[in-house]
């Protein structure tokens, strides 16, 4: 059956956008969205009750087994803000720093950081009502603010362009600016240093570390990559600069598959990024392969960011600890010394 006549009309009253703010397109299939939905609340009901149960009290969230296999399931939307901030170690630095966002911002001025951020405010999330200049209130203005104080806060960072998707997504779960600004702190002061810096060498270091991975364990696709001399980072920059928001469509489906990831992303750490990227690719090898030229595999590494497979994020994320098989700390702090020393010698 086609898509047109799978998908119900929306409501002819009121702009189709979805709990998060975002536009749905002309063609989204309500039919199966809705399918999607009527399986997907009930796990989370069943998830709710038992976050519910572990969280109570106040003794704070540790990082224990039975916390890391709750994450791997899906933290509720109700939680997710205070998950997020206590296993990522950002609760403890807003506790260590009352008031220190709020004197960024009351702070001596940086014009230059301003006009790179403002330059960047209207790109961002433009199929979302809440970041709309006409909306009340305006993500907009909170997003500059959390941007700016971040690149007053890490001026060897400042503001790079990508850094706007992760701080407006931040916004929209924690609806806080300063939570917000300490969960991006933790990603980029900790979880993924020097990604954003002016040489990008965490960043280019672990995508030459994703390349000698799929060297091991998806020989036929470095080879074909390698044979038509495609530099890695022209096919998966943006997946690790966006940490897969504006990368993967943005449906409530699957922007609940990027919610996940992020889930295991604070509290495990960047390896997350490197099981996504190796289980994308694995999943979708065989299409990779019909690829003839370099258009044709840009190509197709766009397509394996759409479809079913990144909707049903139960799905998704059991794959992303099995399809891999093993990916130890170990093995990537290795590759990344090895990579890093061979990018500096290239200088």
Same mark, same amino acid.
């Given at each position: ?7 119900p ?5 009121? /702009? ?11 063609d ?15 796990v !989370? ?6 976050w519910?149960? !572990?969280?109570?009290?106040d ?9 890391k296999?709750?994450?791997? $399931?899906g ?23 009352p ?8 702070g001596?001025?940086?014009?230059? /950081?301003? &006009? ?22 305006c ?13 007053? #806060?890490?001026?060897?960072v400042?503001?790079?362009?990508? *850094? ?9 779960i924690?609806?806080?600016? &300063? ?35 799929v ?17 890695w ?19 409530i ?17 960047? $390896? ?5 990227? !190796?289980? !994308?690719?694995?999943?979708h ?28 994020? #139960?799905?998704? *994320? ?18 990344? &010394? ?10």
């Amino acid at each position: 059956m086609r898509r047109a006549e799978r998908s119900p009309a929306p409501p002819a009253c009121g /702009l189709r956008v979805d709990p998060y703010g975002f536009e749905r397109p002309e063609d989204f299939d309500y039919a199966a969205y809705d399918e999607f939905l009527s399986a997907y609340l009930a796990v !989370l009901t069943r998830r709710a009750l038992k976050w519910s149960r !572990l969280l109570q009290g106040d003794s704070g969230l540790r990082r224990t087994a039975t916390v890391k296999r709750y994450i791997r $399931k899906g933290v509720p939307l109700e939680h997710r803000a205070r998950v997020w901030l206590a296993v990522s170690g950002a609760q403890a630095q807003m506790e260590q720093n009352p008031g220190y966002y709020q004197r960024l911002l009351r702070g001596e001025r940086n014009p230059e /950081l301003e &006009e790179a951020i403002r330059t960047d405010l209207s790109r961002t999330f433009p199929d979302n009502v809440r970041f709309r200049k006409m909306a009340q209130p305006c993500l907009q203005k909170a997003l500059s603010d959390v941007l700016l104080a971040y690149g007053l #806060h890490n001026p060897g960072v400042g503001y790079c362009q990508g *850094m706007n998707f992760i701080a407006g997504y931040l916004i929209l779960i924690t609806k806080s600016e &300063e939570e917000s600004f300490w969960l991006l702190d933790a990603l980029i002061g900790r979880i993924l240093p020097d990604y954003y810096g002016p040489a990008m060498l965490g960043l280019k270091t672990d995508q030459e570390v994703l390349a000698e991975l799929v060297r091991v364990k998806l020989p036929a696709v470095a080879a074909l990559l390698d044979g038509h001399g495609v530099l890695w980072t022209l096919v998966v920059s943006r997946w690790f600069i966006c940490l897969f928001v504006d990368i993967l469509p943005v449906e409530i489906s699957v922007l609940q598959t990027v919610l996940r990831i992020w889930d295991c992303l604070f509290n495990e750490g960047s $390896k997350i990024i490197f099981r996504v990227a !190796l289980t !994308l690719i694995k999943q979708h090898e065989a299409f990779i392969l019909e690829a003839t030229g370099v258009p044709d595999i840009c190509d197709k590494f766009r397509q394996i960011t759409r479809g079913s497979f990144v909707v049903e994020c #139960h799905t998704f *994320m059991q794959k992303i600890f099995s399809h891999p098989g093993s990916l130890s700390m170990t093995t990537i702090t290795r590759l990344r &010394e090895s990579c890093r020393a061979a990018l500096l010698a290239q200088r």
